[in-house]
């Protein structure tokens, strides 16, 4: 893998991403964002739209995993879900080292397969390189075995499928169970809330962990110490 995501093996990438409903939706603040994150040591950048990628890449020479979050009408696949979004951010002067699509088992807004979406991709931008968004082990196995580049747990607790389910259960049994057998590398990410645990999931054998709301988002850090003093 001759890429600059290469920098980021066995450290922190940093999620720099705000919707348009929160505080800091703002590609400028974004930019700062992903500044301040190099200046902490980070090694690696994920980021949503290509307006705050393109700002995130004049402020950092860092590796990007780009998506685009999408809602389509009330289907629940929402990251980087059809081509157009794809196509969106290849289309950039310069396109993300990664790209990472929501690679879970529920129905996609154009009702492409995963299988089709994926083999479609390949074929157009073979160069590129593609990211697993996944919540189950399942998924997780089945997007290694269609050849995507890197297996993230991103979605672990967020679907139907995955409800209830926490990264960390049972010493993040999940990734454990994926590093058994996955042919790719695994990139731990949601949830994965300080520092202890990116630690431990290095340890175990992660390529690098994804950390994001604790470090970027302020109105949850704040909720998190609000919430501990009404308990």
Known sequence: MNNKIEQAKGKLIVSCQALPEEPLHSSFIMGRMAKAAKEGGASGIRANTVADIEEIQKQVDLPVIGII?????????????????????????????????????????DNKSLDDMFAEMKAKYPNQLWMADCATLDEMKHADDLGFDFIGTTLVGYTPESEGDKIETNDFEIIRELLKTAKHPVIGEGNIDSPEKVKRVLDLGAYSVVVGSIITRPQVITRRFVDAIEK
Not at 86 to 109: F, G, K, S, Y
């Open 69 to 109: 979050k999408r809602q389509y009408g009330d289907n629940h696949v929402y990251i980087t879900p059809t081509m157009t979004e794809v196509d969106e951010l290849m289309a950039m002067e310069n396109a993300p080292e990664v790209i990472a699509i929501d690679a879970t088992c529920r129905q996609r807004p």
